[in-house]
């Protein structure tokens, strides 16, 4: 068993159970449902993977322990309902007033990424594998037994092998387009870090126009939009290359703009939508015809209200993707996945501590599946190292009996020779994935829809 505390990722679930006679017999019964991955004979499990597909879910320690005292793996907005109502409750029972209440629960954030609409799982491959080092553990799950009414899709900015189990309502199509624009305009993101999106380019250009002349705030304030043209820029028909002006006179944007990585090649959305900004003709009359991104740059250190302006036509294009955007995020339900339809994954070494929390909350598994934790030890997501995901990907396969064509064959990618994008070449080239499928579960068996 692993004792140590690791920097206080393991809580005290565990070591507070009472070892009753009763509680080591309920131990001992887990025990049984334990299965060595590496010594396991290959398709021990494949009766409950009949499509050859597995789940895989991971997370660092306290958050698998918060998983097993909530019974169920849920998607973070669903996490934040029930945040909201516990803390409105033990307000309310110590006596706050509801304007008091109201005022507290406002200042609890939420985070708006992939797993506020549905549950990630790394789906017959691993490459994104967040936990915490040392200590991997998560969850597999066959997806005759989670999904139910949900469905698996494919979402914005995809870790390789990645689906998201989303309920069955969302209209997939509108809301990753609208999800995907959304992010690349950064409706009203305020930072002063420069984030690969058009609010975030113009606001940095902002600082760097205010405070640019000040040498111990140089570095701070550099606007990436500002190097760009200093070092030649691109020609407008390069830059036409990045966005549509529509039909009805809105611009679309490149949505790949939006998973660049800062380097010598980068390229701001801000720019791009400048040179949309000037084709669009809002200029006639007013700064003259046909000038060059460059020249409406430099313009905006001489006139203290064009990039104001700017900013506001910015703000209006991106407001209808954010619009509709929250229009679609509204219908998001809760999407959970039962401990109990699910095997448990960990290393050896931790094995009772992990059965000791699940006899205290009463959670236990489908089956408990043991890795080589003298192999299998590092994490990997975002990062520059790494991890050990393959060697996850290979033991879980081995004993699902994997259908090793499926992303392939059925999805219609072939998730290795897609072009990686991301600060760590974490992600998926969004342009080159296919976002038109749904995977759902039809008269019993696993489906792929196309859109």
């Known amino acids: 068993m692993n004792s ?138 066959a997806p005759e037994l989670v999904l139910r009414d949900d469905k698996l899709v494919i979402p914005s900015r995809p870790a390789p092998y990645e689906l998201l189990q989303v309920s069955n309502n969302i209209d997939t199509k509108r809301f990753f387009e609208a999800k995907k624009q959304h992010e690349v305009w950064g409706y009203k993101e305020l930072s002063l870090s420069e984030s690969a999106n058009v609010e975030s380019g113009l606001m940095k250009l902002y600082m760097n126009i205010k405070n640019g002349d000040k040498p111990d705030r140089y570095q701070l304030y550099r606007s990436r939009l500002k190097e760009f043209d200093e070092m030649g820029g691109l020609s407008a028909d390069e830059l036409r290359k990045h966005f549509k002006i529509l039909e009805d006179g809105h611009v679309k944007l490149d949505e790949d703009l939006h998973q660049q990585q800062f380097d010598e090649k980068y390229l701001p959305p801000a720019a791009v939508y400048m040179q949309a900004l000037i084709d669009s003709d809002v200029f006639r009359g007013t700064l003259g015809e046909n000038k060059s991104v460059a020249e409406l740059v430099g313009m905006c250190g001489k006139y203290e209200n064009l990039l104001p302006y700017i900013l506001g036509q910015a703000r209006k294009e991106s407001k209808r993707y954010a619009d509709i955007y929250e229009e679609e995020f509204e219908k998001v339900e809760k999407v959970g996945a039962r401990v109990e339809d699910m095997y448990f994954v960990t290393n050896r070494k931790d094995l009772d501590k992990w059965i000791a929390i699940m006899e205290k909350t009463g959670h236990v598994p489908r089956g408990i599946l043991l890795y080589d934790d003298a192999k299998i030890v590092r994490e990997n997501f975002a990062s520059d190292e790494p991890g050990d995901h393959a060697e996850m990907a290979d033991e879980i396969g081995r004993v699902v009996m994997v259908d090793e064509g499926f992303w392939k064959n059925k999805l219609g990618m072939n998730v290795e020779n897609i072009a990686r994008a991301g600060t760590h070449g974490q992600v998926l080239k969004d342009s080159e994935v296919n976002h038109n499928i749904e995977v759902k579960m039809v008269d019993g068996k696993l489906e792929v829809i196309r859109l």
Not at 64 to 74: C, D, K, M, V
Request: hydrophobic share 35%.
């Open 4 to 141: 140590k505390v690791d920097n206080g990722e393991w809580s005290s679930l565990g070591a507070e159970v009472p070892f009753r006679s009763e509680s080591m017999r309920s131990i001992e019964r887990i025990k049984e449902l334990a299965t060595d991955m590496k010594t396991a004979p290959e398709g021990t499990l494949s009766e409950d993977f009949k499509s050859g597909v597995y789940l895989f879910h991971s997370a660092r320690v306290n958050e698998i322990e918060e998983i097993f005292e909530s019974g169920e793996i849920l998607n973070a907005s669903e996490i934040y309902k029930r945040k909201i109502e516990t803390k409105r409750k033990e307000m309310q029972e110590g006596g706050m007033s509801q304007q008091e209440i109201e005022g507290e629960l406002r200042k609890i954030g939420v985070v708006r990424n992939s797993g506020q609409e549905g549950i990630s799982w790394s789906v017959n491959g691993i490459e994104a594998m967040p936990g915490t080092r040392g200590e991997i553990a998560g969850f597999v799950a």
